[in-house]
């Protein structure tokens, strides 16, 4: 446990002992300063967009400053570990995405930090699906022709880093089609859209919300949609399902958690205040929906509706990791 944990939940115990304030009494103060929200992937990516929207969501609701910082590294873990070695005082919260939470389990046998217990959910935002898009130069239209073309000739795919949700979803794609790809990690999701533009690499598979703009502009081409439905951002883009993968979706989530330990009352607080800056029809849920992002279910935006579904996620990427080939526990 970290020296700031200890410090902190040792003052807990001493201000209960001399009959000073309760840490329910201790909650009703914050905050008195400056809030840290760490995003564990670089600047660009879907976290890190949703991460700045939560960001003005809440310093506007409590009166004072967000500050978003990226702490990027090992598929999220490294951003992970800060959060959850910070001291559980509110103050330092992360946005939690697949994969710091439910993938690093089942691609890093070393983790240093469990996802189920090391954090306290507030809320799950919003998700957004997969989808793969490819250098303009490429030539194929169809996902069909896409798949036939790696079939024929090794393809270079990138994603926003090894043990990441779109690391896992092209894994999953490999094994459902039979598609000769080798794997190109970057350290973001807006890291590799340049090298996709190029032509440097043939394609990634990354975030709707990331890439949908290179679509609309010409500048590359997504070929498919791994979601039940087609995007309303984008209703010419036919889904995986409709081009033959059968039953093929994947998303990326992000919510906000924080450390475990964190007083109850400033985790409801958090929670009160991220669901009401999210609800349909507000300026930041609009900002979300705008990207091509599905805002999460009123249950998901809840500490236990978020618990949840990080559990079942948690369940199912065992399933993919294993499916893939990936070693998992």
């Known amino acids: 446990m970290a020296a700031s944990r200890r410090t902190f939940m040792t003052s807990l115990a001493a201000a209960a002992a001399a ?61 992970a570990e800060f959060v959850a070695r910070s001291a559980p005082d509110g103050y330092t919260l992360l946005i939690a995405s697949n994969g710091p939470l439910t993938v690093n389990p089942f691609v890093n046998p070393n983790l240093s930090y469990d996802p189920l217990k090391d954090f306290a959910p507030i809320a799950l935002t919003s998700y957004v699906p997969h989808v793969p898009i490819i250098s303009a130069k490429l030539g194929p239209t169809t996902l069909a022709q896409l798949i036939a073309l790696g079939k ?11 043990g990441s949700a779109t690391h896992m979803t092209l894994e999953r794609f490999k094994h459902a089609t039979g598609a000769n790809i080798t794997h190109v990690p970057y350290r973001s999701g807006g890291a590799l859209l340049p090298d996709v533009i190029s032509g440097n690499v043939d394609g990634a598979m990354t975030e709707l919300s990331t890439s949908i703009e290179l679509h609309k502009g010409g500048q590359a081409r997504i070929l498919g949609v791994a979601a039940a439905k087609r995007s309303r951002l984008a209703p010419d883009i036919a889904t995986f399902d409709e081009q033959g993968v059968k039953g093929f979706t994947a998303q990326s989530f992000v919510g906000v958690v924080v450390p475990a330990q964190t007083p109850p009352a400033i985790v409801d607080r958090l929670q009160a205040v991220i669901a009401k800056g999210l609800a349909p029809g507000s300026p930041s849920a609009a900002k979300l ?19 949840a579904f990080i559990k079942n996620d948690y369940e199912e990427m065992r399933a993919a990791a294993k499916l893939a080939g990936i070693g998992a526990k």
């Open 19 to 79: 009959g000073l304030p309760s840490v329910a009494a201790l909650a009703q103060g914050y905050p008195d300063r400056a809030i840290r929200l760490v995003v564990p992937f670089a600047a660009g990516g879907n976290a890190d967009i949703v991460g700045r929207i939560v960001a003005e969501v809440i310093s506007s609701a409590l009166g004072q400053p967000t500050v978003v910082e990226n702490k990027a590294g090992a598929g999220g873990g490294t951003g």
């Open 152 to 162: 024929t000739r090794p393809l270079t795919f990138a994603t926003s880093g090894v």
């Open 289 to 307: 929906t705008g990207i091509g992002a599905e805002l999460a279910s009123a249950e998901q935006m809840t500490a236990a509706g978020f618990a």
